[in-house]
């Protein structure tokens, strides 16, 4: 079971701090079939189940198990490839209310306005050692520390191909070589998480461990982060929600 006893330990307690690696979706193999686990939490709820392309869309094919009193439901779906596309299917302990759910720790969704989450992995060959064994060195008082602050979708586009926005993989070309040379230290990068309105700009967070996937794939977008470390950039992801709260990761 992916959801262990010392994870439900950790998570009552409020002190889980790799939440990621144990919700959500993730491929993997049980009692020697492949397939896909799934948990999520939903603490008031009387019936869950994970409903997809792998099953039609069936309310009743999959139903998930409660772990103890820690509100995390969780279940195994044999045959489920990546790619595909699912959502929970929550039935409430009020009054009966029923609602299909895209998934809160999915790491890849469907392109908006659709709005389903995708069986995805993060299965990606990191290509900048030398630039972390260095970071450190950016964090000094002394260093020199020059932002770029961008909006990925608004940066540039491309007018031959109806106006589209450039992907993880162009921007990794053009962006980068355009911050080298103008001297920059580091990229600050808008909200790139998951969000349904364009005109959000991404603060308007649906999916804090997606990025969203109008540019690429997940892999396209550590490339981009690989392409700014291997050219010396240091990258700043700005995260929000829907208050006015913000707040920034260094990667």
């Not at 932002?147 to 962006?175: C, F, K, N």
């Not at 794939?217 to 690989?226: V, Y």
Request: proline residues 5%.
């Amino acid at each position: 079971m992916l959801v262990t006893e010392d994870d439900i330990f950790l998570f009552n307690e409020g002190s889980h701090f790799h939440l990621a690696d144990r919700l959500g979706a993730h491929l993997t193999t049980r009692d020697g079939a492949k397939g896909c686990s799934f948990s999520v939490w939903a603490p008031n709820a009387q019936y869950v189940s994970v409903i997809g392309d792998f099953n039609g869309w069936n309310r009743e094919s999959h139903p998930m198990t409660p772990q103890k009193s820690s509100g995390i439901w969780s279940g195994f779906v044999p045959g489920a490839p990546k790619g595909s596309c699912y959502k929970y299917f929550i039935r409430s302990h009020h009054n009966g209310y029923e609602v299909e759910k895209a998934d809160p720790v999915g790491i890849r969704t469907e392109e908006p306005p659709r709005t389903g989450s995708v069986i995805w992995d993060l299965d990606y060959q990191w290509k900048d050692a030398d630039w972390m064994s260095t970071r450190k060195d950016k964090h000094r008082l002394d260093s020199p520390v020059s932002i770029y602050e961008v909006h990925l979708g608004s940066w540039m586009r491309v007018p031959e191909e109806e106006g589209r926005w450039l992907t993880y993989r162009e921007l990794a070309d053009q962006l980068i070589e355009y911050v080298t040379h103008m001297g920059y230290t580091h990229i600050e990068l808008m909200p790139i998480t998951e969000h349904p309105f364009d005109g959000s700009w991404g603060y308007q967070t649906t999916g804090y461990f997606a990025a969203t996937c109008r540019f690429g794939r997940q892999e396209d977008f550590m490339a981009f982060i690989d392409a700014a470390h291997h050219a010396g950039i240091g990258v700043l992801i700005v995260c929000s929600g829907w208050t006015s709260t913000t707040s920034t990761v260094y990667a």
